[in-house]
């Protein structure tokens, strides 16, 4: 059963640490979504890549957060320092691009709190 | 970016009943897709339908897509259909607010 993973589940950190997040996407598909679940804000996109190379990443801090793809198997959402607004449900996505036209499959989330 | 409306935010359901939520996008779009989230938070996948009807058990979504709307029904409910259902549009997904069912015994 191909399913997207997700590590860690859960994450406490202090405000000011860094927090890493990892997704590995469903085997073959080519693109990867980094999301943010919030109560103010919903689920708003942060990052997107399509054949780990990234093609929007204007969801994002620049000035904290990053987004990578060191292989196809995993991508990493890191925050450096993270602060207390930080704490969202962070959800990664991965879908198999055909012509704007694909499914996404999400993964169960990283649940963070920055104290 | 694409707006999303979703109607009614809430719906309180008794077991064994059927209902409509409706999702209004604001442009014209090649990608739509209904969600679940269940209350732990899983986001599952109910359907891809850009345009059309489509139909899996209980749950069936047709979208207009050329008055931009789209319809997630259910019938038949039942308690484990509770939570929040989300539409979502475009490639990047742009997602509503969302549809808080609560389906009571």
């Known amino acids: 059963d191909a399913r997207v993973t997700q590590t860690p589940r859960h994450k406490v950190t202090e405000m000011g640490q860094e927090v890493t997040m990892r997704c590995q996407p469903i085997?073959?598909?080519?693109?990867v979504f980094w999301y943010r679940q919030t109560m103010m804000q919903g689920l708003e996109l942060l990052a997107y890549f399509r054949n780990r190379a990234p093609l929007d990443d204007s969801g994002m801090p620049k000035d904290r957060f990053s987004a990578e793809m060191p292989d196809a198997t995993l991508a990493t959402l890191k925050i450096q320092p993270s602060e207390p607004r930080d704490s969202a449900v962070y959800f990664c996505?991965?879908?198999?691009?055909?012509?704007?036209?694909?499914?996404?499959?999400f993964g169960p989330g990283t649940r963070l709190l920055v104290l | 970016g694409i707006q999303v409306e979703q109607s009614p935010p809430d719906l309180i359901l008794q077991e064994g009943a059927n209902s409509t939520l409706r999702c209004n996008f604001s442009?014209?779009?090649?990608?739509l897709q209904w969600f679940h989230q269940n209350p732990w938070g899983q986001l599952i996948n109910l359907f891809y339908?850009?345009?059309g009807t489509k139909q899996n058990g209980r749950l069936s979504a047709t979208t207009v897509a050329t008055e931009r709307y789209s319809l997630l029904y259910i019938s038949s409910s039942q308690t484990t259909d509770s939570g929040v259902y989300f539409c979502?549009?475009?490639?990047?997904?742009?997602f509503g607010a969302g549809t808080t069912v609560t389906v009571r015994a």
């Open positions: 085997l073959g598909h080519n693109t």
């Open positions: 442009d014209s779009v090649n990608n």
């Open positions: 979502a549009v475009g490639y990047k997904l742009s």
């Open positions: 996505a991965s879908g198999l691009a055909t012509g704007g036209r694909e499914t996404q499959y």
């Open positions: 339908i850009p345009s």
